[in-house]
């Protein structure tokens, strides 16, 4: 940053200011809360994260000094609005891969593709999906990905030369069941937090702040656990 974009000492103050009247604020919207999920504390609280998240900000940059409070991260839904007792539900899944050993990508689709009755036998021919499997990426994900479900992917993927990211599964409340083709052009438009009724995550940041070890719990019995801490952490609106 150059000096003539260095921040002030007044702006700095300025920011300091804000904090403090974020923090009265968000303690009026807990004292006078309605209920659980009360929108004015939600609201406050997110006022406060980022007033206190710009005056770190500044603080640094004009006297290389940093706060010693941590901003969550805003991962919460907000209050649950959907009905009282869904009639259909939709449930929306993300998994995250990173492809961190392509050559057995290539072969695992490769020998997909060879066992096709309808594969082109002549695997050099252009257009034939057997010729090209074996050394396209783009190529060799689409056909393991249409051979296989989603959640034996998820199981195998280390045969697939694929390395889980993050995971996520909203189960979220529906008006009534979709009509077949309903929504297949646009599939995740309608996605709206209000309507989750509960989700369930899985995220390498859960393991890095929980030793098993200190729980005296082996790693089956971890990871067991583990995943139900996840899956229980965030419930709207219940």
Same mark, same amino acid.
């Given at each position: 940053?150059?000096?003539?974009?260095?921040? &002030?000492?007044?702006?700095?103050?300025?920011a300091?200011e804000?904090?403090?009247?974020?923090?009265?604020?968000?303690?009026?919207?807990?004292e006078?809360r309605?209920?659980?999920?009360d929108?004015?504390v939600y609201?406050?609280f997110?006022?406060?994260?980022?007033?206190a998240?710009?005056?770190?900000? @500044? @603080?640094?940059?004009?006297?290389?000094?940093?706060?010693? +409070?941590?901003?969550?991260g805003?991962d919460?839904?907000?209050?649950?609005?959907?009905?009282?007792?869904? &009639?259909? !539900?939709?449930? !929306?899944?993300?998994? =995250?891969?990173?492809?961190?050993?392509?050559p057995?990508? !290539?072969?695992?689709?490769?020998?997909?593709?060879?066992?096709?009755?309808?594969a =082109?036998?002549?695997?050099?021919?252009?257009g034939?999906?057997a010729g090209?499997?074996g050394?396209?990426?783009?190529?060799?994900?689409?056909? @393991?990905?249409?051979?296989y479900?989603?959640?034996?992917?998820?199981?195998?993927?280390?045969e697939?030369?694929?390395?889980?990211?993050?995971s996520t599964?909203?189960?979220?409340?529906?008006?009534?069941?979709a009509?077949?083709g309903?929504? !297949?052009?646009?599939?995740?438009?309608?996605?709206?937090p209000?309507?989750?009724?509960?989700? +369930?995550d899985?995220?390498?940041? +859960?393991?890095?702040?929980?030793?098993p070890d200190?729980?005296g719990l082996?790693?089956?019995? +971890?990871?067991?656990? =583990?995943g139900?801490?996840?899956g229980?952490? &965030?419930?709207?609106?219940r």
């Amino acid at each position: 940053m150059s000096d003539a974009a260095q921040p &002030s000492a007044a702006e700095v103050r300025a920011a300091a200011e804000a904090v403090k009247a974020a923090l009265d604020r968000h303690l009026d919207a807990v004292e006078r809360r309605s209920g659980e999920d009360d929108p004015a504390v939600y609201a406050a609280f997110n006022e406060l994260a980022a007033t206190a998240e710009a005056y770190d900000e @500044l @603080l640094y940059d004009v006297y290389d000094e940093v706060t010693p +409070f941590e901003i969550p991260g805003d991962d919460t839904l907000p209050a649950y609005a959907g009905p009282e007792e869904p &009639s259909a !539900l939709s449930v !929306l899944i993300r998994r =995250d891969y990173a492809v961190v050993e392509p050559p057995r990508l !290539l072969a695992q689709a490769q020998r997909v593709a060879d066992l096709d009755p309808d594969a =082109d036998p002549d695997t050099g021919a252009p257009g034939s999906t057997a010729g090209v499997v074996g050394s396209s990426v783009h190529a060799a994900l689409g056909v @393991l990905f249409g051979e296989y479900e989603p959640d034996e992917i998820a199981s195998r993927h280390k045969e697939f030369g694929l390395e889980e990211g993050d995971s996520t599964l909203w189960v979220a409340a529906a008006d009534r069941p979709a009509e077949p083709g309903d929504w !297949l052009a646009a599939p995740f438009d309608q996605a709206d937090p209000q309507r989750v009724i509960c989700r +369930f995550d899985v995220s390498a940041v +859960f393991d890095e702040e929980t030793d098993p070890d200190e729980d005296g719990l082996d790693d089956d019995t +971890f990871d067991e656990e =583990d995943g139900a801490v996840r899956g229980g952490g &965030s419930t709207p609106g219940r």
